[in-house]
């Protein structure tokens, strides 16, 4: 178990071979071993922990924050990788590697989480006697927000529980999302707002929140970005840092020229954030300069994790929530069982202990996540529960249903050039030159994430799947479908030669749902996952709509002479049955799980929580993450989930005054 609380070291060293200062580093400690981060992230088809593997040493285990004394001592793990030539593009722009890496040494702590944890102190122990205000469960991208603003009041006490080893998790949105910054459509907000009947969920009422969360920066190489955004949308006051790309590509001439090329559907946006997202227009992306902002980095920075009133508990595995008593319902007429207590356990085996908030329980656990500790604890259907052998609590039949997705296909183009990200994939040497470029200037391309610009698009009116099928999106300003113009092909299972444009392809209407449910009465077992991507004959056409317009693209005279043929498994794919044979055989996901615990009017005997974000029919919990989105929004998750927190945020401190 490992208690986060920030204190500087007190002494310093350095690792054999670098110039890293040990005070750089956080190190856990688990009841069998020690090591600097657990992980099971998945990029794309491998495991994360593979590519981490090649370039980590490990601690000794003498090297720990033990109850306060300070030992030395560092061991080199496995063969080191001799440079970063095997670690994919994915992880590298996902994460977004610190500056000052030094390459075949260690890593530092900022690749993979928080600098809000540099020099944190690490404690061993918890009393089970402490009493919390409010307990969140889960340090990713809605929870460290609620962590930050609820102890703003220095008189509530907060804890985070996170199951991973540094506040860099699976439920990290911005470390998965490609770093992606994009609002949806203002129809989105005011659906969600109709969904629920409050209209503090609208685009308009919203605004405020995308302030206190959006700090608008310059990009890393300082261009002139007139003409790339429009400032009177962004605010330049809030915490989490957002901006342009920071290097160009070859093609982004050749994309912007497209834009006047082939009609109203490819309009250029000046500012897709704007709420009217339609047409394609330069990337905005959740980048400090050179180097990832996340939740952590912004709502958890160092300022804020000194706080007396805030502890992090990290390497906690949540199994359930305990029911600690009866709390009178609204209309004071009957009693709602209450949740305050959170079980949890610190290591593999190990036992279960609890911790209690005096408040409230906040579930910031993500759309699997919070569903999985609902079910454990009795939440849920209770036909499936007791079937599972598990009590039924509260019978709250959706908890775990309604799962959406955003599914997502790479299509490669054959292009004639050798400018691509190609080059970085398969040449030592230039990997090599572009991370020292980076890591000494914090220029080059790899501030960019992995592409420069999006389209967002609509089916045609006259699409006959809308002769069966109500369109989905709630109004003519939201899109069905994006894709993703990149500089090459950073994607696994990439062909080995070549050279590529990638217009990636996301149906982001999707109707298609899926589940979470219980895989055993174990709670520290995976639940079972049923994605359902592209399960509906809507979802089917939009894909495949979505791959005919980005064929349609690089017709533009734009592409004349540059863009030579389509690749790979795409090569040849030209009908309408030979491209549904291929978006079958290769469409996956792009990571934009909602909908688990959906929000559903007060009292209605549909959805999982209230407008307020209170869980039904419960009391002292609520839920704060993609989860209790009603339907899955025509946009990258992490704004939407930003701004959401803060609100929630200031509904929780309100319950309280």
Request: proline share 6%; net charge positive; with cysteine.
């Amino acid at each position: 178990m490992i208690l986060i609380k920030p204190r500087h070291y007190g002494a310093k060293g350095t690792t054999p071979g670098c110039g890293f200062d040990i005070s750089q580093f956080v190190f856990g400690r688990t009841d069998d071993e020690t090591t600097i981060f657990t992980y099971n992230k998945l990029c794309q088809g491998h495991s994360f922990s593979e590519c981490v593997a090649k370039v980590t040493c490990r601690p000794s285990p003498a090297l720990v924050k033990d109850q306060g004394k300070e030992q030395s001592g560092w061991e080199r793990g496995p063969p080191l990788a001799q440079s970063r030539a095997d670690i994919c593009l994915i992880c590298l722009y996902a994460l977004r590697l610190p500056r000052d890496m030094q390459l075949k040494t260690a890593v530092p702590l900022s690749l993979f989480s928080s600098s809000a944890l540099i020099r944190a102190a690490v404690i061993t122990s918890l009393s089970p006697d402490t009493i919390y205000d409010f307990i969140v469960v889960g340090g990713g991208t809605a929870g460290n927000v609620i962590a930050n603003r609820l102890t703003e009041n220095p008189q509530y006490r907060v804890l985070v529980i996170e199951a991973g080893g540094s506040l860099f998790k699976l439920t990290n949105i911005a470390a998965k999302d490609y770093l992606m910054y994009t609002r949806g459509s203002s129809e989105d907000y005011d659906q969600f707002a109709k969904m629920t009947g409050d209209n503090g969920w609208s685009w308009k009422n919203l605004q405020s929140y995308f302030k206190k969360n959006e700090k608008w920066t310059t990009p890393a190489d300082n261009h002139n970005t007139t003409g790339q955004f429009d400032p009177s949308v962004h605010s330049f006051t809030g915490l989490t840092a957002v901006g342009l790309s920071g290097f160009p590509t070859p093609i982004d001439g050749r994309i912007i020229n497209a834009t006047t090329q082939l009609g109203p559907d490819f309009k250029f946006n000046l500012d897709m954030n704007s709420g009217k997202p339609l047409g394609i227009g330069w990337i905005q992306v959740t980048v400090n300069s050179s180097t990832r902002a996340s939740s952590a980095t912004s709502y958890l920075a160092p300022q804020f994790l000194a706080r007396p009133n805030l502890d992090v508990l990290l390497n906690a595995q949540v199994s359930r929530l305990i029911q600690t008593g009866k709390d009178k319902s609204k209309d004071k007429r009957t009693k709602l069982p209450a949740f305050r207590a959170v079980e949890y356990r610190t290591s593999v085996g190990g036992p279960l202990r609890s911790v209690v908030a005096s408040k409230e329980v906040i579930l910031s656990a993500g759309t699997v996540g919070t569903p999985h500790i609902l079910l454990n604890s009795g939440i849920g259907n209770s036909d499936s529960l007791k079937a599972l052998k598990i009590k039924p609590s509260v019978n709250l039949p959706d908890v775990g249903q309604n799962l959406g997705d955003h599914s997502f296909l790479a299509n490669p183009f054959l292009v004639n050039s050798t400018d691509t990200f190609e080059a970085f994939l398969r040449n030592t040497t230039v990997q090599n030159q572009d991370i020292n470029e980076w890591a000494t200037t914090g220029q080059g391309f790899l501030v960019d994430t992995i592409c420069s610009h999006l389209a967002f698009l609509r089916l045609a009116k006259n699409n006959t799947i809308f002769k069966t099928t109500a369109d989905p999106t709630p109004g003519p300003n939201t899109p069905h479908y994006e894709f993703l113009v990149s500089n090459g092909l950073p994607v696994p299972g990439a062909p080995s030669t070549g050279n590529f444009l990638g217009l990636g392809t996301v149906v982001l209407s999707a109707t298609s749902r899926g589940s979470i449910t219980l895989r055993s009465n174990n709670p520290f077992d995976p639940p079972l996952i049923d994605p359902a991507l592209l399960k509906s004959q809507f979802d089917k056409v939009a894909m495949r709509e979505a791959v005919k317009s980005a064929k349609k693209f690089v017709t533009a005279a734009a592409w004349s002479g540059y863009v030579i043929e389509q690749a790979g498994a795409f090569a040849g794919v030209e009908t309408d049955e030979q491209i549904d044979a291929y978006v079958a055989a290769n469409a996956g996901t792009i990571f934009h799980p909602v909908g688990t615990a959906s929000m559903s009017p007060e009292g209605a005997s549909t959805g999982v929580t209230d407008p307020d974000l209170k869980l039904k029919k419960t009391a002292g919990v609520r839920v704060v993450d993609a989860s209790v989105f009603p339907f899955v929004p025509s946009a990258h998750l992490q704004a939407i989930v930003y701004v959401f927190a803060e609100r929630a945020s200031d509904i929780i401190k309100s319950s309280y005054q």
